[in-house]
């Protein structure tokens, strides 16, 4: 108890209260929640034919033609390139007015399949500002992947008990929040073969070659998959952080491995399409 209790009556009910009769009170409700509830549909059907004038404002300023860095042989601190997925050949974007369900601050992140814009273009940082701007980034450094449209960063976490889940079922959540230096948002470049992870650890990073991203918190990989998402641009290819696997020949894995054999000479599996990314320039799109 002590708990205030909701207030039904408008100053116009309370003033002429003694007047109206219950069923006439009951009735004007009903008649302003039918009011609401018809203005609650015109705004989603005007919501769902784009011809909402503040969602045409923000979709175009996220539209806008994508200003990137000019073509490099490496990746360098404070690059402005684009990630482009291997698997579905869409370009990491960022939804600027939607956000996780359950999750208010952190916007929803896809792959748009419509081109450069302003929302796929993604400026590199160096995590904890270990390296200055204009250095080459290197393999194994940690980058910090910031939307330069938004100022958001690329993070990624464990589902929580505010989400119960993830925008997609079974895999990591992908997200694009306010900058902070957590773990949350630091990633590592690796190569796609895992035979050269060694030899080219602290190397430059090629910009012609593909690579993979890597959480740092949870060691999971940056990935993009087939599976479709709702955003406010459409139906989009959905964004997570999972290892992905190749399915096909599995069994010839297991008995091999079975039998004291690795299924490739350093005992791990290959990096799939839907783990790999490449870095586009101004004109290479």
């Known amino acids: ?3 205030k209790s909701a207030n039904y ?5 309370m003033a002429s209260g003694a007047l109206y009769k219950p069923h ?3 009735g004007n409700w009903r008649e302003d929640l039918a009011l609401q509830e018809m203005r609650l549909a015109a705004y989603l059907d005007k919501k769902e034919a784009d011809t909402l ?3 045409k404002t923000c979709m175009a300023s996220q539209l806008m033609p994508a200003e990137l860095s000019p073509p490099e042989p490496v990746l360098r601190v404070g690059t402005t390139v684009m990630l482009r997925s291997n698997a579905t050949q869409g370009y990491l974007s960022v939804s600027v007015d939607q956000a996780l369900a359950g999750e208010t601050p952190r916007k929803l992140v896809s792959c748009d399949n419509g081109g450069p814009s302003s929302r796929t273009a993604i400026q590199l940082l160096s995590y904890h500002d270990a390296q200055p701007a204009g250095q080459p980034i290197t393999y194994g450094s940690k980058v910090v992947l910031v939307f330069s449209h938004c100022g958001h960063a690329l993070g990624s976490a464990c589902p929580s008990i505010a989400t119960l889940g993830s925008q997609l079922t079974g895999k990591q959540d992908v997200f694009a929040d306010d900058l902070s230096r957590s773990a ?5 470049i690796v190569p796609v073969n895992f035979a050269l992870r060694l030899p080219m650890n602290g190397l430059p990073v090629d910009t012609s070659a593909a690579f993979v991203l890597v959480h740092c918190m949870t060691g999971s990989r940056l990935g993009s998959t087939a599976e479709a998402v709702i955003s406010e641009f459409g139906v989009e290819a959905g964004v997570c952080a999972h290892t992905f696997k190749e399915s096909a020949g599995r069994m010839h894995r297991c008995v091999k491995e079975a039998g004291g054999f690795p299924f490739m000479p350093q005992g791990a599996t290959r990096e799939v399409s839907e783990n790999i990314w490449s870095a586009v320039y101004a004109g290479s799109a």
């Open 1 to 3: 108890f002590g708990a």
């Open 53 to 55: 004038q503040i969602t």
């Open 184 to 188: 949350d948002f630091a990633w590592e």
């Open 24 to 26: 006439t009170l009951i």
């Open 9 to 13: 009556f408008t100053p116009v009910y």
